[in-house]
């Protein structure tokens, strides 16, 4: 097992109603809000409603921030830290799934900055403050609720990279599993792919934690069970609770205490398909994981056959990557580009991807992927 600190300072208020407090919450942090919103589910689902009503109770002055795009874009981080800095924002108030969650996170730094907020996500600057910042999530899947990372895209650069400080784990993360009762079949969907992926990366990372893989494995065994429950049942309240718990959990620390860190190779390979084609994230998993466990099985053969024995009682290693796979066609996530409606079979469209690949330097931390790995993961994903 190796050392660890466990830390998480996030105070997260789950279940119904629990915006209510976000009000008196928000104005602890002074008057002037920036709330960050996407391209109008949060309207459409009341929750917007829900939180402009208790911010406004509580008189804070409100500037709204909306537009934020799936696969969130660093323009956009960009605007909107103006907008912060126009309006001197005591605190970002960030409502939506994981892209406004994250473009909020970059916010709160960027704002703090004069340069480019692309900087803060390579690195080149280094900041020492942030604008506190409040999330009240409305779609299960990324975990950002609770974590300190975040993900951007930088379309010049053809480029998506996660990030991370601890200056941005939300003060509060406020989630009422009835927000997320209007999240499409689809989105749904991907959801549960990204929080059995992060589950995976978990199980696939360095290190050896026995509690921890147990813990992991239920994470995905929650999933296994309601995901599928959920998918035929979209307005129950109940299973959208289980799902958003088991999201937040695959993804806040609870999955590597004891490991020194996850995989984030199928990560990798996800982001391109999200810089080249706008896959949604959970679906650029599904279609990256089952391709990934076939360039991996006679390396990594032990690990698998522990995974299938832990979620699916069998021994084969190739029985395990076809009910990995079989799980998320299930839930109804593409498990290859061509089920994506995406055509690589023709060599330029390859090079392209491959390209894109090499640029974004794909790769695992613990399971290095190097040209040829490209090469046969391109088929394997075709
Ligand atoms: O833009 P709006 O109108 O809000 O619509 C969104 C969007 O179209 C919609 N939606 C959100 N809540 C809804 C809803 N529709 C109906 N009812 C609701 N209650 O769903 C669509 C997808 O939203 P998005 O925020 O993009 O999805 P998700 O939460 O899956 O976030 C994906 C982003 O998170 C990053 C991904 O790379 C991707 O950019 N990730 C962040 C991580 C982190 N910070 O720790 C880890 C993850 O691995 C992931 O990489
Ligand atoms: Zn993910």
Known sequence: MENFVMFNPVKLHFGKGVTDKIGNITSEYGKKVLLVTGQGSAKASGAWDQVMARLK???????????????????????????????????????????????AKIISLAAKYDGPAWD??????????????????TLAATGTEMNPAAVVQNNCLQAKKGYGNKLIYPK????????TLTVSRDYTAYGIVDLIAHSLEAWFGHGEASLTDRFTAAVIREAMKHGPELLSDLNNYDLRARIMFAAT??????TVYGKKHQDWGVHTIGHCLSVLYDVPHGAS???????WLKLQKERI???????GNVLFETNSVDDTIHKTEYLFKGLGSPVSLKEAGIDISDEPAKEKLKKVMMKNKVSGLVHKLDEKDYDKLLELME
């Open 249 to 254: 959990c695959a993804l806040n620390g609870m």
């Open 172 to 179: 509060h993360s406020f989630l009422d599993p009835s927000f």
């Open 57 to 103: 109770e509580a008189e804070l002055d409100v500037t709204e921030f909306s537009g934020i795009k799936s696969n969130p874009i660093i323009e956009d981080v960009d605007k909107a830290a103006a907008k912060a800095r126009e309006i001197n924002a005591d605190v970002i108030v960030a409502l939506g799934g994981g892209s406004v969650i994250d473009s």
């Open 301 to 307: 053969p032990k690990r698998i056959q522990e995974l």
């Open 285 to 291: 998993l599904s279609i990256a994981y089952p391709a």
């Open 120 to 137: 803060i996500v390579v690195d080149k600057h280094k900041p020492t403050e942030a604008i506190p910042l409040i999330a009240v999530l």
